[in-house]
């Protein structure tokens, strides 16, 4: 709404000058009309400026809720697979023929048990051990930026 009237006030001054280059007021005239204008252009500036702070306050705790709501939903993510690794529980593998997804390989007991007798081909404990470390790293980053924004607002 400010930012509408400063354009009004802003197209009011720009009458006024192009109304003494047409000569239709005089330039007593014109300065005595500006100036009136002046004051209420220097209150909406403020006003602008206020209010800009406070739109720009709202976006960074915005920002910040995403961001620690973000954390706290990896942190879950990694402390349920921490639980389930430590109960025993069977270990998703990185399918190696898709891009990145995880499967459950159904078969991840018995991955367990030859993984665990050293057999080369199957390290699931070494796939989470890299997706727990891609998170981690993940968690780092955000943790960053959450003290970046903090260290800002």
Do not use: C, W
């Amino acid at each position: 709404m400010l930012k509408l009237e400063r354009q009004i006030l802003g197209s009011a001054v720009t009458t006024i000058y192009e109304s003494h280059s047409k000569g239709v007021i005089t330039e007593i005239e014109r300065d005595r009309m500006l100036e009136k204008y002046k004051v209420d252009l220097k209150r909406l500036e403020k006003g602008i400026e206020e209010n800009q702070q406070i739109v720009d306050l709202h976006d960074l705790e915005v920002e910040r809720e995403e961001l620690v709501k973000t954390f706290q939903a990896k942190i879950a993510d990694i402390d349920s697979k921490l639980r389930g690794l430590k109960s025993g529980a069977p270990i998703q593998t990185v399918d190696k023929n898709r891009q990145g997804g995880q499967t459950g390989d159904g078969n991840s007991q018995a991955s367990q048990a030859q993984a665990s007798k050293g057999d080369p081909e199957q390290q699931p404990i070494t796939d989470s051990e890299k997706r727990i470390e891609q998170i981690r790293e993940e968690i780092l980053k955000a943790m960053d930026r959450l003290e970046q924004i903090e260290t800002e607002g």
